[in-house]
């Protein structure tokens, strides 16, 4: 039988062992299950948990690692810097999930935007130089 993928690395000064850990399937359609969530949820996102990093949010940390979101708050980002590259060596297929998921987000975006340029509502309230309505 095989055993989950982990390994230790140090981080920070004084060094603090930090442990990667592979998360199972079930742990990555839940993370999944509560990106959908964040997405379609009316309140502001928190964009340093969300956004700090371009490959992986401070949530995907706290999932593949013994890291809790008050333990990255202490640290600097080039020590974060070297969790996520650590993370990224241990979890491959999940970070590929993970653009997967960005790419669609993204390309649902453009569409919504694409759509919403295109529609009736749009041109009515943006008209370009060549839909400009003259006065009576």
């Not at 079930?26 to 371009?54: A, C, M, Q, Y």
């Not at 640290?75 to 650590?86: G, H, K, L, Q, Y």
Request: aromatic letters at 6%; a negative charge.
């Amino acid at each position: 039988m095989t055993m989950r993928r982990t390994k230790t690395i140090q981080v920070g000064e004084p060094p603090r062992d930090v442990i990667i850990r592979e998360p199972t399937v079930g742990e990555i359609r839940n993370w999944l299950v509560e990106l959908e969530k964040l997405k379609s949820n009316s309140n502001p996102i928190d964009f340093v948990t969300h956004g700090l990093f371009n490959d992986a949010s401070l949530t995907d940390i706290v999932l593949m690692t013994d890291l809790s979101l008050e333990n990255l708050d202490t640290m600097a980002p080039s020590e974060i810097r070297v969790v996520i590259e650590a993370c990224q060596e241990i979890n491959p297929d999940f970070f590929t999930v993970r653009r997967r998921r960005m790419l669609m987000w993204e390309m649902e975006s453009h569409s919504a935007y694409a759509a919403l340029l295109n529609s009736e509502q749009w041109m009515l309230a943006n008209p370009g130089p060549e839909q400009t309505i003259s006065p009576p």
